[in-house]
Structures are given as structure tokens and as C-alpha cells.
């Protein structure tokens, strides 16, 4: 599986324009970003990947940057802008779709870390330290925007701006704690958009006595309604986004947990979007073995 996903990396790299080299920088913004992803790939520190024993015997004669100069080049803007358009081909949805649906999903660190950037939040079975990554995907698991924010940032705040600036419509589906009256009315203003969010007490509780956006009334609607089954077999695709992240992490090599090489904001966010970037081509490949 490994020697399939480095293929596609590399057949991706060959495919996308890349940055010129800079007079002053003795390595291509695609060496960098191959090196960092070879570090990703096998869940190893980004110095372990600068030496030449990590390689396999036939790329060992390649000249590899030091870890001082990933460091400094991984911040440049023309490797960020790489990896993006990486991303981009990866992850982003070949074919309009109309059913999307928002999580977030918590990355834990340890409670005696010292890294300032982490936040406590909630986690599964109670509090915890470390940052979340929020996604919405479709139900194949095609990613039209994500995020990572520190564990304590609401939920429901990171949608918002998300459901903001996704080049998406048709429905999104959210659990309970997504059922915000802010977040309905963004969908509102969109005119492309409809949540489907079940209420947050529960039916038999009502919404309070502010004025209700139509999107949020509308949802309650669809999902309470005994006259049309429509919106609970909808609402019923929801439980996608869980199968997403379970296969985000079900490899070896996947998105398990945060080594203790990646602290603070900016590491955190290279390393997912590393992972995402693997998981979208593993994505690809099954879908292709599928048709084959």
C-alpha cells in the first residue's frame, strides 16, 4: 500500500504546475514537499526523512536537504502554495454533490504538554488537551473545506465560516450540537444551502421565544414531520462522516493521533493536511479498483 500511495504522490507532483527555483535555494519546492511527505507517510519526524538510509535502496543518491533547511522552506510560500494545490487535487469533489455533512473530530495530546497552543475542550468521554480538525465531506468522502482549530473552539463557530466560503449546495447534515440559529440563517443568506440538524434538547423542547431563522424552522420541519419520510432518511447519511474519519485512521500510516513532533498550530495543520492529502489517494484508489 505504501509503494501504491508514493506512486500517486509522485504521478500527482509531475502533473501540477510547480514553483520555479529561487537563485538563492538549492532545492525545488517538490523535493521539500517529498521529503515531508515521505516523513508523513511513515509517521516519522521530519529529520529521519532527510537521511538517505530512510530511502529505499534506488532513491538513495538523491541529494536531501538537511532539517534546518526543511524547517526554513517548509514556511516558504511557494512550498505551502505546492502542498495546497496537492490538496486541492486530492481532496476536492470532481462532480457537484448534494448532500455534505460537517463534524469535527478531536486530536488528543498529552495533558503535560507544553505547547501553549493547544486548548482544552471537549473530547470523547469528557475534557481533554490538544486541537480538532473540522471537515465537511460528502459521503463518498470528498472534502470541500476543513480545519484545525485548538480543542476549545465551538463547534459551531468553525462551521459558520466554513459553510461561508465552501463551494457547495444541496444539504448539510449536522449532529445536535450544530443547532444554532447563526449558523441556520448563514445557510439562509446563501440561498444554496439547507441544514438538517436535529434540535439540541430534543423535540419535545421548543427553540426559546427569539425570533427563528426559516432554514432552522424549516430543518425542524423536515425531521419531525410524520407525514413524509423525506428528511429522516436524509438524516440518516449523517453517520458518513464517522465512517470518514474511521478510515482516515484504520491504516497504518493514517491519522491515528498527533506524534510528539507535531506542537503547535502551524505543525498540527501540515500534518493533517499530510494525512488528509494520503487518505484522499487511498480514497482514488479504491474507487478505481472498484470500477476495474
Known amino acids: 500500500m505504501e509503494h501504491q500511495l508514493w506512486k500517486e504522490i509522485v504521478t500527482v507532483l509531475n502533473r501540477i504546475d510547480k514553483p520555479r527555483l529561487r537563485a538563492h535555494e538549492r532545492f525545488p519546492a517538490t523535493v521539500i514537499v517529498m521529503v515531508w511527505l515521505w516523513a508523513v507517510l511513515h509517521d516519522r519526524p521530519m529529520s529521519w526523512a532527510c537521511l538517505g538510509a530512510a530511502w529505499p535502496v534506488y532513491a538513495r543518491r538523491q541529494r536531501l536537504p538537511s532539517a534546518s533547511t526543511m524547517s526554513r522552506r517548509l514556511r516558504s510560500e ?88 465552501a463551494l457547495i449546495q444541496g444539504y448539510v447534515l449536522a449532529d445536535s450540537n450544530y443547532d444554532s440559529n447563526p449558523l441556520h440563517a448563514i445557510c439562509d443568506s446563501r440561498g444554496d444551502l439547507q441544514m438538517l440538524v436535529p434540535r439540541r434538547y430534543g423535540p419535545g423542547h421548543g427553540h426559546g421565544h427569539k ?50 513532533w507535531a506542537r503547535t ?28
Open 78 to 165: 511557494a512550498v505551502r502554495q505546492l502542498l495546497a494545490r496537492i490538496e486541492y487535487r486530492v481532496l476536492a469533489p470532481s462532480q457537484q454533490r448534494l448532500l455534505w455533512i460537517v463534524d469535527g473530530k478531536p486530536l488528543i495530546i498529552s495533558g503535560c504538554s507544553k505547547d501553549r497552543q493547544a486548548g482544552y475542550g471537549r473530547a470523547v468521554g469528557g475534557k481533554a488537551k490538544g486541537y480538532k480538525i473540522h471537515a465537511l465531506v460528502s459521503r463518498d468522502g470528498a472534502v470541500a473545506a476543513w480545519r484545525v482549530t485548538p480543542m476549545n473552539k465551538d463547534e459551531r463557530v468553525m462551521a459558520a465560516r466554513i459553510l461561508k466560503r
Open 265 to 292: 498550530y502551524r505543525r498540527v495543520h501540515r500534518w493533517v493536511q499530510g494525512k488528509l492529502i494520503f487518505n484522499g489517494i487511498r480514497r482514488q484508489l479504491r474507487q478505481r479498483t472498484y470500477v476495474a
Open 211 to 260: 425570533k427563528q431563522s426559516a432554514g432552522r424552522m424549516r430543518s425542524k420541519e423536515m425531521l419531525e414531520s410524520k407525514l413524509s419520510p423525506f428528511g429522516p432518511s436524509v438524516f440518516a447519511q449523517r453517520a458518513a462522516i464517522e465512517r470518514y474519519f474511521g478510515q482516515c485512521t484504520s491504516w497504518g500510516g493514517g491519522l491515528t493521533h498527533l506524534p510528539p
